[in-house]
């Protein structure tokens, strides 16, 4: 059974750091794309950022660039989403999304994590 | 900035046969963009129901189908069921890079 399970929510104050956590079960983790996308309280979906196979490309949604950074660890079968500079709008429930193999896709999602931005 | 505009609302009766658009800024949405579509329903997880504009993931119900109608993408649901009652999100890739569209609220009435 394909399982993510994110972690590492919380508060965090604007300019400050978290580091979100998505453990991966049940699939061969290295042959697939990981998505990071969020979701505002009462908002829409927004792709965050996401990690080719092996890790060596990354891409980001133009507002996180510079302050988010995505990482995996195909021997732990995890993705991190390291968060800095962390602002208000930042807020909401993040998922850890894989990446549907051969084509571009999202098809197996986590429960989420809960980021609260605020002083 | 690329924007994909989705009805902010739709609503439907019980058996009938609704259809949720997904549009693009850029102009017309081909399969080249491999449009997916996901259900969210309040306190949930998205579930993805489409891929690449019209496949179907093992668990999408058969209701659901998905496909190209004018320049946009398209998901259709044809004999509703009470618990379609959801969110409704399409994803577009643009050279790669995925844009969501701002959701259907679609209630079931």
């Known amino acids: 059974e394909v399982q993510l399970v994110e972690s590492g929510g919380g508060l965090a104050q604007p300019g400050g750091s978290l580091r979100l956590s998505c453990a991966a079960s049940?699939?061969?983790?290295?042959?697939?794309?990981i998505n990071w996308v969020r979701q505002a309280p009462g908002k829409g979906l927004e792709w965050v950022a996401n990690?080719?196979?092996?890790?060596?490309?990354?891409y980001y949604v133009e507002s996180v660039k510079g302050r988010f950074t995505i990482s995996r660890d195909n021997a732990q079968t995890s993705s991190d989403l390291q968060m800095d500079s962390l602002r208000v709008e930042d807020s909401g429930v993040y998922y850890c999304a894989r990446g549907t193999i051969r084509v571009p896709g999202a098809d197996f999602w986590g429960q989420g994590a809960l980021v609260t931005v605020s002083s | 900035q690329i924007v994909v505009t989705q009805e902010p609302s739709l609503t439907v009766s019980p058996g009938g046969t609704v259809t949720l658009t997904c549009a693009s800024s850029?102009?017309?949405?081909?399969?080249?963009?491999?449009p997916n579509w996901f259900q969210q329903k309040p306190g949930q997880a998205p579930r993805a129901l489409i891929y690449?504009?019209?496949n179907k993931h093992s668990w999408t119900p058969a209701r659901f189908s998905g496909s190209l109608l004018g320049d946009k993408a398209a998901l259709t649901l044809s004999g509703v069921q009470p618990e379609d009652e959801a969110h409704y999100y399409c994803l577009v890739f643009y050279a790669g890079v995925p844009v969501f569209g701002g959701g259907t609220k679609l209630t079931v009435l």
């Open positions: 990690i080719n196979e092996d890790g060596s490309e990354e």
């Open positions: 690449a504009t019209r």
């Open positions: 049940g699939f061969t983790f290295s042959n697939y794309w």
């Open positions: 850029t102009g017309e949405v081909t399969s080249g963009y491999f």
